[in-house]
């Protein structure tokens, strides 16, 4: 057999996973006249929401930025909520993506990591939009040294974007033997969500910490680590690191360069031991 | 390059048989295991091997394994043990649909599917207009194609899939789907293909198709191969076996319900019943014929087939507008009269059918009973099976004519 050069079927790999990745993007904002904009207006609604109920009714604040000196909760909310959404949202198209191109498994063959990459990639530019028009409004307020941060926001850009297509690649192959886990994973990120501090701060943690150990609650002697448990929660590392590019203008600390790297890969080895243990038998199963 | 396009060697391939499947966490949970399932041998240790530039047919019952295979050797299933080695660039046709999505565009689904088959943006771009001509559906290529017709979506996707210029272009049941003008056109292809030096593999219920079509042929039953080679030859058997045919002492095989029979089919020339005959020349074709029952408005059929399995020419009594009213229970005889024999010289098989009134009962069809040779008479043309009596004349700008 003339095998084809190695590169030559990655490249290929590389076209199509492209090719689909605009094509959602474009099914995106195809679907109305406004389009692009559109877009947009769903982020700002709920980061109105959530500035208002958690800012000005429940009086929540936001540490003042570290460098920045911003003081502004919606915006550092907005950096928490589009982070999030990613995160949450990109897992979800990529679990479903095989599931949902059934109908092109069944009859073409390709490397089917495409599919789960590609969906991935998709929402990834509607957050590299989002983060866009955030960095702008940011800029407008305090000015451009935020742009100074472009570089090290690209290196965590691309770990988050890794760390959920681990996690996408996981699921994805669970999601076939198990369908009702597309359900429990809508369930299960809403709780997420509010365990990954988008709309509260760290501190408040801390203090229901110490206010549970001095109500006597405690284990062994010891105060409830429940500040431990937070960060050990990798969606609220990565928030924090956006937080601290975009909001303090400040480097993330050293441990959560640890950890998210950590997440990353370890995400990254599990979804792609997983997807190649059960590749061969998608077809059959769907 | 090895000479073989497709190699298959001692591939198998199963599925699980779940018995009452329940796809969700919850049930596994509760039930506590997984589900109960069993093997079921779809491919059973089939080795194969497709020569370049042949068109090759698989031949089988329904569910006897024909899809599995293909799907293996397109690499969508992978099977469970063996090997297939597949030398060229590969495109398949397997089923209805070919993985278009349903709102998107026509056009963007040729890039998009066309991109998934490997093509380039560039090379889209330059076949665009081509694989449109041969759809044929220029006209809704801008609408979602979850408003195409069956047929429509099937012609669109064979379109991008025979501009792949594919070496190997495998193809399952999907001609069925497409109109006469459209099957045309795709065996048309098929021809170009195999010109070309390309391997076409298919999967067809359609036995002229096949027998015409291919050169070689492999007849699977559940899951194993029992039978490969020359096409005609299995084909003939395969459709024979479909239709519980029996061999005839007096040559050709038969097939039908018996009520009715024809017990000796002549070809007559001159008076005399012969196997050797001339072009132009006058033929009757008499076939005598016992019925145990009273047949109503009887359909009498009859047909030449050459020698390479080509379908000559064919006639029934009701399309001739000659209907009997009825044949009595005994024996009888009814002629086919052919007044100037327009074959050129070769040798053609007869075959001969009494179907009821509906044409959906047969029966008796004694196929391939008399075989018979054409010997040069006139007119004579120059080649082909088919002489029409043709001429050539009228010369522009008029010329003196030196010989004729
Ligand atoms: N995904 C699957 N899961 C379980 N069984 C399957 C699966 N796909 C096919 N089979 C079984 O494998 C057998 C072979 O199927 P296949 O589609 O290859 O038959 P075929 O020869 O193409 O038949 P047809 O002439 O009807 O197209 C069938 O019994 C079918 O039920
Ligand atoms: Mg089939």
Redo the contacts between chains.
């Keep these: 057999m003339v095998n084809p050069p190695f590169s030559a079927e990655v490249r290929g790999a590389i076209t199509l996973t492209w090719t689909l990745a605009l094509r959602e993007v474009r099914a995106q904002y195809n679907r109305t006249a406004l389009g692009r904009l559109w877009s947009l207006v769903n982020p700002l609604v709920t980061i109105a929401t959530y500035s208002l109920v958690f800012g000005l009714i429940l009086a929540g604040q936001a540490p003042p930025g570290i460098n920045s000196k911003l003081h502004f909760f919606s915006l550092w909310i907005a950096v928490g909520l589009v982070t999030w959404t990613f995160l949450s949202s990109s897992i979800a198209a990529g679990m479903s993506a095989l599931l949902g191109n059934a109908g092109l498994l069944t009859k073409v063959h390709f490397p089917r990591v495409v599919l789960v990459v590609s969906a991935v990639i998709a929402k990834a530019a509607t957050f590299l939009t989002e983060l866009s028009v955030i960095m702008v409004i940011v800029a407008a307020i305090v000015g451009p040294k935020i742009f100074l941060m472009i570089p090290v926001l690209v290196v965590f850009i691309i770990l988050l974007a890794v760390f959920c297509t681990g996690v996408a690649l996981t699921l994805s192959i669970v999601v076939i033997w198990f369908r009702d886990i597309e359900h429990l994973w809508g369930l299960f990120s809403q709780v997420w969500m509010y365990a990954s501090g988008v709309v509260f701060p760290v501190t408040l943690v801390a203090s229901a910490s110490t206010r549970l150990f001095q109500d006597g609650i405690s284990i062994n002697g010891q105060p409830i680590p429940l500040l431990a448990v937070f960060r050990a929660n990798p969606a609220e590392q990565f928030i924090e690191a956006f937080r601290a590019l975009i909001y303090d203008f400040a480097l993330p600390n050293w441990d959560i360069w640890l950890m998210t790297t950590l997440w990353a890969c370890g995400s990254l080895t599990i979804g792609t031991l997983v997807f190649r243990a059960k590749q061969a038998r998608i077809v059959e199963e769907l | 390059?090895?000479d073989f396009a497709v190699r298959v060697e001692n591939v198998t391939k199963t599925?699980?048989v779940y018995t009452d499947r329940n796809?969700?966490?919850?049930s596994?949970i509760i039930a506590r295991g997984r589900n109960k399932f069993e093997e079921f041998v779809a491919v059973d240790d089939v080795s194969l091997e497709i020569p370049r530039g042949i068109t090759f047919g698989l031949l089988g019952h329904n569910g006897s394994g024909k899809s599995t295979l293909l799907?293996c050797i397109?690499?969508?299933?992978?099977p469970n043990s063996g090997k297939i080695?597949?030398?060229g660039r590969?495109a398949?046709m397997?089923?209805v649909?070919?993985?278009?999505?349903p709102?998107?565009t026509g056009r963007?689904n040729v890039?998009?599917?066309g991109?998934?088959?490997?093509m380039?943006k560039k090379e889209i771009d330059r076949k665009f207009d081509a694989i449109i001509d041969f759809s044929g559906v220029e006209r809704f290529i801008d609408q979602p194609v979850k408003n195409y017709s069956s047929g429509m979506y099937v012609r669109l996707g064979f379109a991008v899939a025979i501009h792949v210029e594919p070496d190997i272009l495998l193809v399952d049941e999907v001609l069925a789907v497409g109109d006469m003008q459209f099957q045309e056109k795709c065996t048309e292809k098929f021809s170009e293909l195999k010109a070309d030096g390309r391997t076409v593999v298919v999967v067809s219920h359609a036995h002229d198709l096949m027998r015409t079509f291919c050169d070689e042929v492999a007849w699977l039953q559940n899951g194993r191969v029992i039978e490969t080679g020359d096409a005609m030859g299995i084909v003939d058997a395969y459709a024979n076996k479909e239709h519980r045919a029996r061999k005839v002492e007096s040559g050709g095989v038969r097939f039908g319900s018996g009520e009715s029979y024809v017990t000796k089919l002549e070809w007559i020339v001159d008076g005399v019943d012969t196997r050797t005959c001339h072009t132009g020349d006058e033929v009757t074709i008499r076939a005598h014929y016992q019925s145990e029952i009273e047949i109503e408005r009887p359909i009498f059929g009859t047909s030449l087939d050459s020698r390479e399995g080509v379908f000559v020419w064919g006639h029934h009594s009701r399309d001739a507008g000659y209907v009997v009213s009825s044949i009595k229970p005994g024996t009888g005889s009814i002629d086919v009269r052919i007044p100037s024999l327009p074959l050129r010289p070769g040798t053609f098989d007869v075959s001969f059918s009494i179907q009821d009134r509906t044409g959906t009962h047969v029966y008796d069809a004694l196929q391939r009973a008399i075989r018979i040779d054409v010997l040069t008479g006139t007119p004579i043309e120059s080649g082909g099976i088919m002489t029409f009596g043709s001429s050539f004349e009228n010369i522009q700008p008029p010329r003196p004519i030196a010989a004729g």
């Design positions: 390059m090895s599925f699980r796809q969700s966490l919850k596994a799907k397109a690499r969508i299933l992978t080695t597949v030398d590969l398949a397997l089923e649909g070919s993985g278009f999505h709102n998107l963007e890039y998009l599917n991109a998934i088959l490997g380039s």
